[in-house]
């Protein structure tokens, strides 16, 4: 997770935030200040876990949760919403090798977050703070699961370019034709931080 980066920086809290809030405001995305907080906890976490043992499968963390009591199920539902959205979000290049596709982690993720939310309870919280609960924070993440794909893949977007070498004339290239075939607002943004601006848009620097 462009560890150059990261060690540039001592508080992972801070610059994850700030990419989380820079990204939404690039992708243009309706995502609660509670959800910019989850977004970036799930980002310093995986930023500084390590684990040498198997990770559970997606479909093994819904068995052991559908089976479990309430407080592991709560554990292992956010567990498998987490992981299939930081997949899906961060390196969404790997599922290409994998026998299932995205759309199944986005299924299972949007799904985990769906039972959390009906666990803790979707209704709003009491009290004046105007914060949202849990169960409203996990409701957002189901409801707005792929806008949180698009946030966290927007970071990765922009670490990246901060980390490698420019794309070489025909990946530019590529990327062009993508977004004058499919409008990709992604490939869009990877051409103009590259300085790069299709003539479609007017000229607009």
């Known amino acids: 997770m462009g560890a150059a980066v990261l060690a540039a920086h001592d508080n992972l809290f801070d610059f994850f935030h700030d990419e989380v809030d ?60 987490d992981r299939a959205l930081y997949v899906t979000g961060f390196f969404p290049e790997s599922l290409s090798r994998k026998t299932v596709r995205a759309s199944y982690y986005e299924d299972m993720g949007r799904a985990a977050y769906d039972r959390l939310a009906a666990i803790l309870g979707r209704a709003p919280s009491e009290g004046d703070s105007g914060h949202k609960g849990l169960g409203e924070i996990f409701a957002e993440l189901s409801m707005s699961f792929h806008t949180c794909i698009e946030v966290l893949r927007e970071v990765h977007d922009a670490m990246r370019a901060r980390t490698e070498q420019s794309p070489s004339e025909p990946e530019l290239l590529a990327l062009y034709e993508q977004w004058l075939s499919t409008g990709n607002q992604r490939a869009l943004r990877t051409l103009q931080r590259h300085g790069l601006v299709p003539s479609s848009t007017g000229g607009n620097a």
């Open 22 to 81: 820079a990204a939404t405001n690039a992708t243009d995305s309706d995502v609660s200040e509670e959800g910019v907080f989850y977004l970036t906890n799930l980002l310093v976490e995986q930023g500084r876990t390590g684990s040498s043992t198997r990770p559970c499968t997606l479909a093994e963390l819904h068995i052991r949760a559908a089976r479990a009591p309430r407080a592991t199920q709560i554990q292992n539902y956010r567990t498998l919403g």
